[in-house]
Protein backbone atom coordinates (compact mmCIF):
# COMPACT_ATOMS: atom_id res chain seq x y z
CA UNK A 1 0.00 0.00 0.00
CA UNK A 2 1.11 3.58 -1.08
CA UNK A 3 -0.35 6.37 1.27
CA UNK A 4 0.04 10.14 0.48
CA UNK A 5 0.59 12.31 3.88
CA UNK A 6 -1.63 15.40 3.51
CA UNK A 7 -1.96 18.52 5.86
CA UNK A 8 -3.44 22.30 5.49
CA UNK A 9 -0.81 25.04 5.44
CA UNK A 10 -1.48 26.25 8.83
CA UNK A 11 0.74 22.99 9.58
CA UNK A 12 4.27 25.30 9.54
CA UNK A 13 5.70 23.32 6.62
CA UNK A 14 7.00 25.72 4.13
CA UNK A 15 6.31 24.51 0.38
CA UNK A 16 10.62 23.74 0.67
CA UNK A 17 9.69 21.46 3.48
CA UNK A 18 6.99 19.95 2.06
CA UNK A 19 8.85 18.96 -1.07
CA UNK A 20 11.88 17.77 0.78
CA UNK A 21 9.51 15.14 3.33
CA UNK A 22 7.12 14.66 0.68
CA UNK A 23 4.16 16.24 1.92
CA UNK A 24 0.98 17.33 0.53
CA UNK A 25 -0.30 20.57 1.25
CA UNK A 26 -3.88 21.96 1.13
CA UNK A 27 -4.13 25.72 1.45
CA UNK A 28 -6.04 27.94 3.65
CA UNK A 29 -7.39 30.82 2.35
CA UNK A 30 -6.78 34.78 3.47
CA UNK A 31 -9.13 37.43 2.89
CA UNK A 32 -7.68 41.15 2.97
CA UNK A 33 -8.31 44.29 1.39
CA UNK A 34 -11.11 42.51 -0.60
CA UNK A 35 -8.88 40.36 -1.89
CA UNK A 36 -8.58 35.89 -0.99
CA UNK A 37 -5.51 34.30 -0.97
CA UNK A 38 -4.63 31.14 -0.77
CA UNK A 39 -1.79 30.83 1.78
CA UNK A 40 1.69 30.20 0.44
CA UNK A 41 0.27 30.04 -3.22
CA UNK A 42 -1.07 33.32 -4.21
CA UNK A 43 0.48 34.84 -1.07
CA UNK A 44 3.76 34.40 0.15
CA UNK A 45 5.08 34.96 3.56
CA UNK A 46 8.41 37.58 2.14
CA UNK A 47 5.69 39.76 0.76
CA UNK A 48 2.90 38.79 3.64
CA UNK A 49 4.96 40.62 6.58
CA UNK A 50 6.31 43.29 4.66
CA UNK A 51 2.70 44.39 4.23
CA UNK A 52 1.55 43.45 7.68
CA UNK A 53 2.70 46.03 9.68
CA UNK A 54 1.63 48.64 8.00
CA UNK A 55 -1.86 47.17 7.36
CA UNK A 56 -4.80 49.37 8.35
CA UNK A 57 -6.73 46.06 8.80
CA UNK A 58 -5.96 42.71 9.96
CA UNK A 59 -6.34 39.58 7.41
CA UNK A 60 -8.69 37.27 8.22
CA UNK A 61 -8.33 33.59 7.31
CA UNK A 62 -10.62 30.28 6.86
CA UNK A 63 -9.90 26.77 6.36
CA UNK A 64 -9.77 25.01 3.37
CA UNK A 65 -13.25 23.43 1.85
CA UNK A 66 -14.38 20.01 1.69
CA UNK A 67 -14.18 20.37 -2.66
CA UNK A 68 -10.91 21.11 -1.75
CA UNK A 69 -9.93 18.27 0.61
CA UNK A 70 -11.93 16.52 -2.11
CA UNK A 71 -10.23 17.34 -5.09
CA UNK A 72 -6.59 17.03 -3.47
CA UNK A 73 -7.97 13.35 -2.43
CA UNK A 74 -9.25 12.20 -5.06
CA UNK A 75 -5.84 13.19 -7.51
CA UNK A 76 -3.59 11.51 -5.32
CA UNK A 77 -5.79 8.55 -5.21
CA UNK A 78 -6.13 8.47 -9.02
CA UNK A 79 -2.35 8.35 -9.25
CA UNK A 80 0.21 6.68 -7.66
CA UNK A 81 -1.33 6.25 -4.21
CA UNK A 82 -3.72 3.78 -2.71
CA UNK A 83 -4.67 5.53 0.36
CA UNK A 84 -4.58 9.10 2.22
CA UNK A 85 -3.86 10.19 5.16
CA UNK A 86 -4.77 13.87 6.54
CA UNK A 87 -3.40 15.50 9.61
CA UNK A 88 -5.41 18.90 10.27
CA UNK A 89 -4.57 21.70 13.24
CA UNK A 90 -5.92 21.35 16.08
CA UNK A 91 -10.01 21.21 15.64
CA UNK A 92 -10.32 23.76 18.29
CA UNK A 93 -8.75 26.59 16.30
CA UNK A 94 -10.20 25.52 12.85
CA UNK A 95 -13.00 23.21 11.36
CA UNK A 96 -10.04 21.98 8.56
CA UNK A 97 -10.85 18.44 10.62
CA UNK A 98 -14.34 18.99 10.37
CA UNK A 99 -14.05 19.46 6.01
CA UNK A 100 -11.86 16.43 6.03
CA UNK A 101 -13.95 14.32 7.93
CA UNK A 102 -16.57 15.10 4.99
CA UNK A 103 -14.08 13.41 2.48
CA UNK A 104 -13.20 10.73 4.48
CA UNK A 105 -16.68 9.64 4.20
CA UNK A 106 -17.34 10.43 1.12
CA UNK A 107 -14.34 8.46 -0.28
CA UNK A 108 -14.60 5.60 2.42
CA UNK A 109 -12.95 5.22 6.07
CA UNK A 110 -10.86 2.82 4.20
CA UNK A 111 -9.20 4.94 1.62
CA UNK A 112 -9.00 8.45 3.41
CA UNK A 113 -7.92 8.92 7.69
CA UNK A 114 -8.01 12.16 8.83
CA UNK A 115 -6.24 12.90 12.35
CA UNK A 116 -6.99 15.64 14.31
CA UNK A 117 -3.44 16.56 15.57
CA UNK A 118 -4.39 18.53 18.50
CA UNK A 119 -1.80 21.02 18.45
CA UNK A 120 -0.62 24.00 15.79
CA UNK A 121 2.17 25.11 13.61
CA UNK A 122 5.46 23.33 14.00
CA UNK A 123 4.25 20.51 16.26
CA UNK A 124 1.80 19.46 13.24
CA UNK A 125 4.42 19.48 10.79
CA UNK A 126 6.83 17.30 12.68
CA UNK A 127 3.72 14.75 13.29
CA UNK A 128 3.37 15.02 9.47
CA UNK A 129 7.08 14.46 8.81
CA UNK A 130 7.31 10.98 10.97
CA UNK A 131 3.84 10.02 9.21
CA UNK A 132 5.57 10.46 5.98
CA UNK A 133 8.53 8.84 6.53
CA UNK A 134 6.48 6.24 7.92
CA UNK A 135 4.53 5.80 4.88
CA UNK A 136 7.71 6.00 2.41
CA UNK A 137 8.63 2.76 4.70
CA UNK A 138 5.82 1.15 3.46
CA UNK A 139 3.43 1.19 5.90
CA UNK A 140 -0.12 1.51 5.98
CA UNK A 141 -2.28 4.19 6.89
CA UNK A 142 -4.21 2.66 10.13
CA UNK A 143 -0.96 1.55 11.46
CA UNK A 144 0.96 5.00 10.72
CA UNK A 145 -2.05 7.05 12.58
CA UNK A 146 -1.99 4.91 15.81
CA UNK A 147 1.62 5.89 15.63
CA UNK A 148 1.14 9.73 15.14
CA UNK A 149 -1.69 9.12 17.95
CA UNK A 150 0.84 7.85 20.23
CA UNK A 151 3.61 10.35 19.49
CA UNK A 152 0.93 13.73 19.67
CA UNK A 153 1.51 13.69 23.21
CA UNK A 154 5.56 14.08 22.37
CA UNK A 155 5.15 17.12 20.01
CA UNK A 156 5.62 20.67 21.36
CA UNK A 157 5.57 23.84 20.18
CA UNK A 158 5.80 27.45 21.63
CA UNK A 159 5.65 30.28 19.76
CA UNK A 160 7.16 33.76 21.11
CA UNK A 161 5.35 37.24 19.75
CA UNK A 162 6.09 40.69 20.25
CA UNK A 163 2.05 41.37 21.07
CA UNK A 164 -0.79 39.48 21.93
CA UNK A 165 -3.22 41.83 19.91
CA UNK A 166 -3.37 40.04 16.27
CA UNK A 167 -4.18 36.77 18.37
CA UNK A 168 -6.89 38.74 20.19
CA UNK A 169 -8.21 40.45 16.90
CA UNK A 170 -8.64 36.97 15.58
CA UNK A 171 -10.86 35.60 18.12
CA UNK A 172 -8.68 32.60 19.43
CA UNK A 173 -7.77 34.11 22.90
CA UNK A 174 -9.86 36.59 25.29
CA UNK A 175 -9.54 40.12 25.61
CA UNK A 176 -8.70 39.59 28.88
CA UNK A 177 -5.91 37.73 28.21
CA UNK A 178 -4.69 39.80 25.86
CA UNK A 179 -4.47 42.25 28.10
CA UNK A 180 -2.59 40.77 30.64
CA UNK A 181 0.09 40.54 28.02
CA UNK A 182 0.13 43.73 26.90
CA UNK A 183 2.67 45.64 29.35
CA UNK A 184 5.60 47.39 28.40
CA UNK A 185 8.32 44.81 26.41
CA UNK A 186 6.26 41.39 27.24
CA UNK A 187 7.21 39.06 24.55
CA UNK A 188 3.97 36.60 25.33
CA UNK A 189 4.76 32.86 24.87
CA UNK A 190 1.96 31.03 23.61
CA UNK A 191 1.55 26.55 23.18
CA UNK A 192 -1.25 24.49 23.25
CA UNK A 193 -2.72 23.17 26.59
CA UNK A 194 -5.34 20.18 26.08
CA UNK A 195 -5.76 20.73 22.38
CA UNK A 196 -6.27 24.77 22.94
CA UNK A 197 -4.14 27.78 22.18
CA UNK A 198 -3.29 29.02 25.69
CA UNK A 199 -0.96 31.88 26.97
CA UNK A 200 2.21 29.62 28.50
CA UNK A 201 4.35 32.85 29.90
CA UNK A 202 4.43 36.77 29.79
CA UNK A 203 8.18 36.85 30.25
CA UNK A 204 9.55 40.41 30.46
CA UNK A 205 12.03 40.81 27.19
CA UNK A 206 12.67 38.50 23.95
CA UNK A 207 15.75 36.82 26.27
CA UNK A 208 13.33 36.21 28.95
CA UNK A 209 10.59 34.47 26.61
CA UNK A 210 13.79 32.15 24.88
CA UNK A 211 14.84 31.33 28.57
CA UNK A 212 11.31 30.24 29.44
CA UNK A 213 11.00 28.28 25.93
CA UNK A 214 14.85 26.82 26.64
CA UNK A 215 13.88 25.94 30.21
CA UNK A 216 10.85 24.16 29.46
CA UNK A 217 11.93 22.44 26.89
CA UNK A 218 15.33 21.18 28.48
CA UNK A 219 13.55 19.27 31.12
CA UNK A 220 11.72 17.13 28.74
CA UNK A 221 14.71 15.00 27.84
CA UNK A 222 16.12 13.96 24.47
CA UNK A 223 14.27 14.64 21.11
CA UNK A 224 14.25 13.51 17.97
CA UNK A 225 13.34 16.16 15.44
CA UNK A 226 12.97 20.17 15.67
CA UNK A 227 11.72 22.65 14.00
CA UNK A 228 12.41 26.43 13.83
CA UNK A 229 9.88 29.29 12.45
CA UNK A 230 9.63 32.61 11.95
CA UNK A 231 7.98 35.90 10.36
CA UNK A 232 10.34 38.69 10.27
CA UNK A 233 14.13 37.24 10.43
CA UNK A 234 15.25 33.84 9.41
CA UNK A 235 18.10 34.59 12.33
CA UNK A 236 15.69 34.45 15.10
CA UNK A 237 14.62 30.69 13.94
CA UNK A 238 18.68 29.73 13.44
CA UNK A 239 19.16 30.90 17.13
CA UNK A 240 17.64 27.66 18.06
CA UNK A 241 19.84 25.71 16.38
CA UNK A 242 22.62 25.24 19.15
CA UNK A 243 19.99 25.17 22.05
CA UNK A 244 18.26 21.73 19.93
CA UNK A 245 21.32 19.85 18.98
CA UNK A 246 23.43 20.53 22.26
CA UNK A 247 20.89 20.70 24.44
CA UNK A 248 18.27 18.46 23.18
CA UNK A 249 20.49 16.50 21.09
CA UNK A 250 17.80 16.07 17.89
CA UNK A 251 19.67 15.11 15.13
CA UNK A 252 17.32 16.64 12.77
CA UNK A 253 16.92 20.65 12.72
CA UNK A 254 14.77 22.28 10.01
CA UNK A 255 14.11 25.88 9.58
CA UNK A 256 10.96 27.21 7.89
CA UNK A 257 8.61 31.04 7.74
CA UNK A 258 5.64 30.92 9.84
CA UNK A 259 2.97 31.28 6.76
CA UNK A 260 0.68 33.69 6.35
CA UNK A 261 -2.48 32.37 7.96
CA UNK A 262 -0.47 31.47 10.95
CA UNK A 263 1.43 35.14 10.97
CA UNK A 264 -1.90 36.76 10.41
CA UNK A 265 -2.33 35.41 14.68
CA UNK A 266 1.29 35.90 15.45
CA UNK A 267 2.10 39.36 14.19
CA UNK A 268 5.06 40.51 12.94
CA UNK A 269 8.69 39.57 15.09
CA UNK A 270 7.56 36.38 16.04
CA UNK A 271 9.07 33.65 16.13
CA UNK A 272 9.01 29.46 17.87
CA UNK A 273 10.49 26.41 17.98
CA UNK A 274 8.73 23.11 17.77
CA UNK A 275 10.06 19.97 19.51
CA UNK A 276 9.24 16.11 19.21
CA UNK A 277 10.41 14.27 21.50
CA UNK A 278 11.73 10.33 21.54
CA UNK A 279 10.55 7.51 23.66
CA UNK A 280 13.01 8.36 26.33
CA UNK A 281 11.74 12.14 26.39
CA UNK A 282 8.91 12.53 29.09
CA UNK A 283 5.78 12.38 27.28
CA UNK A 284 3.36 15.44 27.77
CA UNK A 285 5.55 17.02 30.44
CA UNK A 286 5.19 20.61 29.17
CA UNK A 287 1.42 20.70 29.74
Known amino acids: MTVAVVVDSSSGISPALAAAWGVHVVPLYIEWDGVTYRDQVDLMPGDFYQRLPAADRQPTTSAPTPADFLGVSRRL ?9 ILTVSSS ?3 SYESA ?6 LGGERVTVIDTRTGAGAHALLAAEAAELAASGQPAAEIAATVDRLRERAEVFIIMNTLSYLRKSGRISTAKAAAGAALNMNPVVGFRDGSLDVMARPSGGRRARRFVEERLAALGPATRALAMYTSSVDDAMAWQGFVQDRLGAPRFDVGPLSPVVGSTCGPGAHGLAVLWGADGRDGAAR
Not at 101 to 106: F, I, K, T
Open 93 to 95: LSI
Open 77 to 85: LDGEYDEVL
Open 101 to 106: GLVARE
